[in-house]
């Protein structure tokens, strides 16, 4: 098992900035493949950004590319997600998601993110 904590959502003005975290309950040595997710009303989750512990080979949406950089930090068990010129656009909950090394997929309770002026 493995149990997510995500913070860092809120309310920010078009062009500002947010940094959100997610905090396993277990060493990230057992999560080969990190992620994070959005999903606004009526639409399917979709991926944002994934990472891979093995060569920290990273993936982006083509929404976000260039403005959102994903990590993690093994040391603390938690994976960020930096974002950058925020758009109303980006508005949705943001779900962290970790498939772990025996395949097992987990996800976080969501946290929001509103882009609004």
């Known amino acids: 098992q493995v149990q997510l904590v995500e913070s860092g959502g809120g309310l920010v003005q078009p062009g500002g900035s947010l940094r959100l975290s997610c905090a396993a309950s277990?060493?990230?040595?057992?999560?080969?493949?990190m992620g994070w997710y959005r999903q606004t009303p009526g639409k399917q989750r979709e991926l944002v950004a994934n990472?891979?512990?093995?060569?920290?080979?990273?993936n982006y949406a083509d929404s976000v590319k260039g403005r959102f950089t994903i990590s993690r930090d093994n040391t603390k068990n938690t994976m960020y997600l930096q974002m950058n010129s925020l758009k109303p656009e980006d508005t949705a909950v943001y779900y962290c998601?970790?498939?772990?090394?025996?395949?097992?997929?987990?996800w976080g309770q969501g946290t929001q993110v509103t882009v609004s002026s």
């Open positions: 277990r060493s990230l040595s057992s999560i080969p493949t």
């Open positions: 998601n970790v498939v772990a090394l025996w395949g097992a997929q987990y």
């Open positions: 990472i891979r512990s093995s060569s920290s080979t990273t």
